[in-house]
Structure formats: structure tokens, C-alpha cells
């Protein structure tokens, strides 16, 4: 009996015959059309009094919502304003800054009468404003030429149109031009405040849009937008990344399993454009045309693609993380404290590259963790074979004496210009390229490394787990007395590190800027209370 199954170009027939062509598509760039790409509501978007952004409005509340770009804030808002548009009471103008940051201020104001005069009279007429004519012939007269006059403008307003609720939403706030940052911000408070009390305006409520907190914002020594309520776009849920694939699912009948689903959840944090790229990977690349299902497996393989992709996503928040490179390595280790206040950190989070959990600062998914780790370290050049024999012990362990004897080859190598030309210290310098050697070691879940780690007395330079053996090395600059320091560091490593880690082995890395890069220095064991130390002697100095 012959099977009616058969595999035709490495897919079953009937598979192929069942699949119909997708409609939609998985949306990476722009604002979202859900007649043209996969779309889902964002959940759970919020102030910090759990009211959801329709409470607001309703409130006569102005509100400031920040997101990292392509995290679907456009079209969060433009969905809003459709929905609100079936209220007649409303009329919702949406405005954005975009590409207005080198305007003049004179064109900066003309662009937003241009738009602003456009919708408002259009959507007056769609709900049968009776003092349409009134509102007409008043905007005919006056021009909006400064901020002044913005004012001006809906303070009139306020008297002629108070049966309807003005709502406007301004994307892409950031791209405001500087010198008119303070002066807009101050007029929207000045009308907030002036009119607080009153039911009847016409500028009913505002939002602003943008990748930074405007709250926080600080012009002239305070805050000239700090009436604002503070809103976060949050990531997708499981359940939004479900009903997204379960989309493309009801269109081709090519399934997503659970397990699948949840790993691209995992992966990416929920970060939208992330879930719609491995979306188009899985089933353009991976499984295109068939129904068989699209298991763990596949999504591990899409990562793996998407990892090697170059990408604008990827270009722009590189260049970002770049700019605080070392607060991000350090992140990426060891979860470190939140500090909302943290100067690193806060730009980091608006960037999207981070965020809180439990307390801590963590990288936002593990797909930018392996990304732009590797980018990093790539760039410091630091590059071993982690196959070879020689830097591993009969019984599978790590020699951490070839390991950290060939680092020192590798500052030779690249030489000291590293060491002088950040502005941070040497020894964070020396820090960041040994976790760069390191890191070779423990790739692809090999096994695992933090640097300034809590102890139970104090803070480690830098653990590296593998094969469950704990390698604990100290790092000190040495700008003076060689033997002091490193007495000073076996101290610490024994005294605090070695014994409240139960290990009976540890490792010292001097960065010495009193021996000349070149000079090489044979490692040097001491042992301590029980405890063998092995030190190295790197030679920073000019």
C-alpha cells in the first residue's frame, strides 16, 4: 500500500495542499495596519494609579507616555484615537514631532497650526459642532506664531467650544526643537493649571509621546511638565504573543505549539518588534508554506538567524549601548541594584535595553544580552580558541594559568591605549577586557560569569562558573608598591571571597603601570591559611 503521504521538495504533500497563502503580514517597521499586518491590543497600559489611558482622558488628565522606539507606541495611539472618535463629545487631534528638532521656532509653531487647524475644524464637523462657523472664522484670524499665541489659542477655544472635549496626543516628542522645549512644556502647564477646575474646556487633556520620561525632565531648575501623570508602554504579554501568531495560524493553518510560543516570550521579553521579526523568520525561513507545526526547535533556529542578521533594530540600539558600555556589561553579569535615579541606568531603560525585575537591573531580553555582549566583545578584539586542549585540565576543567597567562599575551598584543584613552579607570578598563576573555569560555551556556559580585563580605571583581567550579579573581591597579598590592588583593581574596565561597583556590590580576606593557612576568602562586593563590603581573605602564 503506498502511502498518501510523500515528501515533495522536503515537505509532505498534503501538508503543502492544506497550507493557504497568509493576507497579513508581520509588521517590523512603522506604524501597524491591521488590515495589512498581524496586530493585538497592548494590556495593562497605565499610570502609576492603575488607570488605563481612557480614565485619564476622561479625567481632563495630561499625561506623558515613554517608550523605546519600535515598541508599538504609534500605533497604540493611533488605535486610541480611533476608538475615541466614536464619542462624539471627543475630538482627538494627533500630532507628531518627528523630523521638527532643527526647525526654527517660527516653523516649528506653523507646522503645528497647519495640522492642528486641519483636524480640529474636520472633526468639528463630523460631530456637528454648533459653533463651527465661530471656530472657523476665529482660526482664519489668528496664527499661531510662538508659544504665546499657542496659548492664546485654546484659551479662546475655552470660551467658544465647550460642549466638545479637545484631546491631543503629540508622538514623537523628543523630536521637539530644544529652544522650544521649555517654553511649550511651561504653556501646556499654564493651561492645565488655569483651567484645572473646570469641566467645560476645550482642551479637555493632552498626552505627549516619546522614548523619554518627560516628567523628569528638568529645564531652569524644575520640572516644567510635572502636572503630568506618568505612563509606560509595557512589552507583550504571552497571551499577545499567542493571539498575534494565533493570527497567522487562523490564515495559513500552520500551527505555533505552546512550547514554541512561550519560547519566543522568553527569548524576547515581549518586545514587539522582536516578536514580529522571529514571526517572519520562522515562517518565511524556517517553515514557510506547510502546515507542520512550528515547535521549539524552529524558534531556537530563528534566534540563531536573527543573531547573524544585520538589522536597523539592532544598528540603533548598539549605538545607544555603546554610549554606556560598561554600566551594560555590568548589568548583563550581575544583575545589579535598580537605581531609577542612576544616570546610566535611566537612559539605558528609555533606550529599552533594560529594566526592573525583583529589584534589580536587568538586561530587557536575552536576545539584546547575547547581541550586544558579543558585540562588545568583539570590538575589544579579545579572541582565544576556548577549544583548545591547553586551556583545560585533564579531568575538564578550566587552566586558569594558560587562560590568564594568554590574556596577557593578548594586552601586549593590542597594546595600552585602551588603558589611557577612557576617561574611566584603569582598573574597569582591565576589568572589562578580562571579562571579554572570559566570556569565550562561557558562551553559548557553557557555563556562567558575573563581575562585582556580592559576597557574603564584600563584592568579588569577577566569578566564573564552570562545570560547577567557582575561579574567583581580584583585579587592582598598581600605581605604586607592587608587593603591597598584591598583599592587599590576596587579603581580600582570602579573606573574604575564598572563605565564604567554600573554595580553596584563587586568582590575582594586577594591572601594573610601573612595568612596561611587553615586559612579561612569570605568575606567582602564595599560599595562604590552606588557600593557593596564583597572581599575574600585567604590564600597563608607557
Known amino acids: 500500500m503506498v502511502s498518501a503521504v510523500s515528501l515533495v521538495n522536503g515537505y509532505k504533500t498534503r501538508e503543502k495542499m492544506n497550507y493557504k497563502k497568509q493576507k497579513r503580514y508581520f509588521e517590523k517597521s512603522g506604524v501597524v495596519d491591521p488590515n495589512a499586518s498581524y496586530y493585538v491590543r497592548m494590556e495593562n497600559v497605565t499610570n502609576l494609579d492603575n488607570q488605563d489611558i481612557k480614565t485619564m482622558v476622561d479625567l ?14 504609534t500605533t497604540f495611539f493611533e488605535g486610541f484615537c480611533h476608538k475615541l472618535e466614536k464619542d462624539t463629545s471627543y475630538v482627538a487631534i494627533l500630532l507628531s514631532f518627528q523630523d521638527y528638532k532643527n526647525l526654527n521656532s517660527q516653523r516649528f509653531y506653523q507646522l503645528i497650526q497647519r495640522d492642528l487647524y486641519r483636524q480640529l475644524v474636520g472633526r468639528l464637523a463630523q460631530v456637528d459642532c454648533p459653533r463651527l462657523d465661530a471656530v472657523r472664522a476665529y482660526l482664519d484670524s489668528h ?35 530644544l529652544n522650544e522645549l521649555e517654553n511649550f512644556l511651561t504653556t501646556l502647564r499654564e493651561l492645565y493649571q488655569k483651567y484645572k477646575k473646570q469641566t467645560d474646556k476645550a482642551l479637555y487633556s493632552v498626552g ?25 508602554l509595557p512589552p507583550f504579554t504571552l497571551k499577545n504573543v499567542r493571539d498575534l501568531y494565533a493570527q497567522y495560524t487562523e490564515e495559513t493553518k500552520q500551527p505555533f505549539t505552546e512550547d514554541a510560543v512561550k519560547k ?6 515581549g518586545q514587539p518588534w522582536l516578536v514580529n521579526r522571529i514571526g517572519t523568520i520562522l515562517t518565511v525561513d524556517i517553515k514557510p508554506e506547510t502546515t507542520e507545526p512550528i515547535i521549539e526547535d524552529d524558534v531556537e533556529k530563528a534566534i540563531k538567524h536573527l543573531l547573524k542578521e544585520r538589522n536597523s533594530h539592532f544598528d540603533n540600539l548598539l549605538e545607544k549601548a555603546k554610549l554606556y558600555k560598561e554600566t551594560f556589561v555590568r548589568i548583563t553579569f550581575n544583575g545589579v541594584d535598580y537605581n531609577p535615579d542612576d544616570e546610566d541606568q535611566s537612559w539605558l531603560e528609555q533606550y529599552g535595553l ?17 547581541r550586544f555582549l558579543k558585540a562588545f566583545f568583539q570590538e575589544s578584539g579579545a579572541t582565544a580558541d576556548a577549544s583548545l586542549n591547553a586551556y583545560f585540565t585533564s579531568d575538564g576543567f578550566l587552566n586558569m594559568e594558560a587562560i590568564l597567562s594568554d590574556f596577557e599575551e593578548y594586552i601586549i598584543q593590542i597594546g595600552v591605549n585602551a588603558f589611557y584613552a577612557s576617561q574611566k579607570p ?4 582591565g576589568q572589562f577586557l578580562l571579562t571579554a576573555w572570559l566570556y569565550q569560555f562561557v558562551e553559548g551556556g557553557k557555563g556562567k560569569l558575573r563581575y562585582e559580585v556580592p559576597s557574603g563580605l564584600g563584592r568579588m571583581d569577577i566569578l566564573l562558573i564552570y562545570q560547577g567550579h567557582k575561579y574567583i579573581i581580584e583585579t587592582k591597579i598598581n600605581r605604586s608598591s607592587l608587593d603591597k598590592t598584591v598583599g592587599k588583593a590576596i587579603d581580600q581574596l582570602c579573606g573574604k571571597y575564598l572563605l565564604t565561597e567554600q573554595v ?31 597572581s599575574f603581573n600585567i604590564g600597563i605602564g608607557r
Open 354 to 370: 533594560i529594566n526592573e525585575k525583583n529589584d534589580k537591573a536587568v538586561v530587557a531580553n536575552a536576545i539584546y544580552k547575547k
Open 208 to 232: 505627549l509621546v516619546g522614548i523619554r520620561n518627560i516628567t523628569k525632565l528638568i529645564v531652569g531648575g524644575v520640572s516644567p511638565f510635572n502636572i503630568a501623570d506618568q505612563v509606560k
Open 426 to 429: 584603569y582598573e574597569k578598563t
Open 60 to 73: 481632563g488628565r495630561y499625561f506623558s507616555i515613554f517608550a523605546p522606539r519600535q515598541s508599538g507606541k
Open 504 to 534: 580553596d583556590e584563587g586568582y590575582v590580576v594586577i594591572f601594573d603601570l610601573k612595568t612596561t606593557v611587553g615586559e612579561l612576568c612569570t605568575p606567582r602562586k602564595h599560599i595562604v591559611e590552606g588557600k593557593e593563590i596564583l
Open 143 to 177: 496664527n499661531v506664531s510662538d508659544h504665546t499665541c499657542f496659548r492664546e489659542l485654546f484659551e479662546e477655544l475655552n470660551y467658544m467650544v465647550k460642549l466638545k472635549k479637545i484631546v491631543i496626543l503629540i508622538d514623537e516628542f523628543d523630536g521637539i526643537p
Open 264 to 269: 519566543v516570550f522568553d527569548e524576547t521579553g
